[in-house]
């Protein structure tokens, strides 16, 4: 009788310590990857697009429209497993009055001659490209900055600006990312 009861007894320990391990996985496993069941969610509630400056655009899965700390800026996020590089996000901002182009021509130059300053100035690393992007509305004329190490792409910026548009993007993080920005730039209506 007393072996009986002891069994059970053991029998109770090993299922509450199971319980208080898997409740503890669960748990890490949840912190973990928290990112990705709130893109889900997000994606089931509001859709595969986001409005950013009065414009729609197409977010990618893994992609979803963050809270920015101002009234006009817009911030879209990546949901990214490491922690150990930045995270990737697109910035919309507000542009300075009077620094937005009226034309085409006039926007490609002004681009053209900033990415020419920054690789006669660079620093060591870092070079700058010119990336043309085509919207429904208008054309997006970007600089690209890729910081290489050891002839390795590390880090991804690129700026983009479009004629008489009172906005200006700004997408930062791992190159691997990068082109899923410029889809959501291009996808702009």
């Given at each position: 009788?007393?072996?009986?009861?002891?069994?059970?007894?053991?029998?109770?320990?090993?299922?509450?310590?199971?319980?208080?391990?898997?409740?503890?996985l669960i748990g890490i496993l949840?912190?973990?990857?928290?990112r990705y069941a709130y893109i889900v969610t997000s994606h089931c509630m509001h859709g595969d697009f986001a409005e950013i400056a009065g414009y729609?655009?197409?977010l990618p899965y893994l992609?979803?429209?963050?809270?920015?700390?101002?009234?006009?800026k817009y911030l879209l996020l990546r949901a990214c497993p490491s922690n150990t590089f930045s995270r990737p996000e697109l910035e919309v901002n507000?542009?300075?009055?009077?620094?937005?182009?009226?034309?085409?021509?006039?926007?490609?130059?002004?681009?053209?001659?900033?990415?020419s300053g920054l690789n006669y100035n660079g620093i060591e690393g870092w070079s700058h490209s010119l990336v043309t992007l085509t919207s429904?509305?208008?054309?997006l004329y970007c600089i690209r900055?890729?910081?290489?190490?050891?002839?390795?792409?590390?880090?991804?910026?690129?700026?983009?600006?479009?004629?008489?548009?009172?906005?200006?993007?700004?997408?930062?993080?791992?190159?691997?990312?990068?082109?899923?920005?410029?889809s959501i730039l291009s996808s702009l209506e």
């Open positions: 009788m007393l072996n009986k009861i002891a069994r059970q007894s053991n029998r109770r320990k090993l299922f509450f310590t199971s319980m208080v391990a898997f409740v503890l949840c912190v973990k990857y928290y729609r655009v197409r992609w979803w429209k963050g809270d920015s700390q101002t009234r006009d507000p542009s300075i009055p009077g620094d937005v182009m009226d034309t085409d021509q006039e926007e490609l130059k002004s681009t053209q001659a900033m990415i429904r509305p208008f054309t900055g890729d910081e290489t190490i050891f002839g390795t792409k590390v880090f991804s910026n690129l700026t983009c600006f479009a004629a008489k548009l009172p906005y200006w993007f700004n997408y930062s993080g791992p190159p691997a990312y990068e082109k899923e920005a410029e």
